[in-house]
C-alpha cells in the first residue's frame, strides 16, 4: 500500500500537467499561439507591457515557465513574444530565464513520474541511459540547438537519462541562446511589421538564414561526444 502511494505521488506532477493541458484546450487557448494572433495584437500587447513597468518582465518569466509545463505552447512561441514584448535582447534575456525554468520543472516532473522506466525497459535501453550520462554535455547542447526536435521531448530524455538537474539547468540556458535569440529577433520583427501595418511572412521560422546557423552549431556541440565513442572503440 505504501509503494502504491509512493507511485502515485511521483506521478502526480504529471497528471497536474496533464489536467492543465486539458482545460488549456477546452478554453480555447491554442487559437491564441499564432503568428496571425500575434501580430494582430501586437501593439496593445507592447502598450500593456510598457505600462505595467517592472512587473510585466517578471509576469512574463512566470508565465513563460508555467505555459511550457502545460505542455501545449511551443517554447519558440514564448520566444518570440518576449522579443515581441521587450525587444531583441530584452526579449531573449527574460525568455531564457522563464524556458529554463519550464524546463527544470518539466524535467523534475517527468524524473519524479519516470522513475526507474529506463531499467525496466531492459539492458540497451539502460546503455543508451549511461552513454547519455557520460556525455551529457555534448548530448544536451545538441538536442537544445537542433530546432528539429520538440523542447518536451528534449525534457522527458534527459529526465530518463538521469542527468543531475544542475547540469540540465546550465545545459539547457546555455544551449537555448542561439534559438531564443533568433527567436526574440523574429518577435522584434513582427512588432516592427506591426508598428507599419505589414503582415508577417507565412513561415519566417524555416528560412535557411535561421536553421543553417543552428545546424552548425549542433555539429560543434556534438563533436566531443563522437571523438569521445570513436576513441573508446579503438
Keep these: 500500500m505504501l509503494n502504491l502511494m509512493k507511485r502515485a505521488a511521483r506521478g502526480l506532477p504529471l497528471l497536474l500537467a496533464l489536467l492543465a493541458a486539458v482545460l488549456f484546450l477546452a478554453l480555447g487557448g491554442t487559437r491564441y499561439v499564432t503568428l496571425a494572433a500575434l501580430s494582430e495584437h501586437a501593439r496593445w500587447l507592447r ?3 510598457d505600462d505595467w513597468g517592472i512587473a ?3 509576469l512574463f518569466i512566470l508565465a513563460n515557465a508555467a505555459l511550457l509545463m502545460v505542455l501545449v ?3 519558440w512561441f514564448c520566444t518570440i513574444v518576449g522579443g515581441l514584448l521587450f525587444g531583441r535582447w530584452l526579449g531573449t534575456a527574460y525568455a531564457l530565464l522563464g524556458t529554463t525554468l519550464g524546463a527544470c520543472g518539466v524535467f523534475l516532473a517527468a524524473r519524479a513520474g519516470l522513475a526507474g522506466v529506463v531499467e ?5 535501453a539502460s546503455a543508451i541511459g549511461e552513454e547519455f550520462r557520460k556525455n551529457a554535455w555534448s548530448y544536451l547542447l545538441f538536442l537544445r ?3 528539429l526536435f520538440p523542447f518536451v521531448l528534449v525534457n522527458v530524455a534527459a529526465a530518463l537519462g538521469r542527468l543531475p538537474l544542475k547540469t540540465y539547468a546550465l545545459g539547457t540556458l546555455i544551449g537555448i ?3 531564443v535569440l533568433i527567436y526574440a529577433s523574429l518577435g522584434d520583427f513582427l512588432m516592427d511589421m506591426a508598428q507599419h501595418d505589414r503582415p508577417p511572412d507565412a513561415n519566417p521560422l524555416l528560412e535557411a538564414r535561421f536553421l543553417l546557423p543552428l545546424l552548425a552549431l549542433a555539429a560543434l ?3 566531443p561526444a563522437i571523438v569521445g565513442r570513436l576513441r573508446r572503440r579503438r
Design 73 to 75: 505552447v511551443p517554447a
Design 221 to 223: 556541440a556534438l563533436l
Design 177 to 179: 541562446i542561439p534559438s
Design 56 to 58: 510585466a518582465p517578471l
Design 145 to 147: 540547438i537542433v530546432p
Design 120 to 124: 525496466r525497459a531492459g539492458p540497451r
Design 47 to 49: 502598450h500593456t507591457a
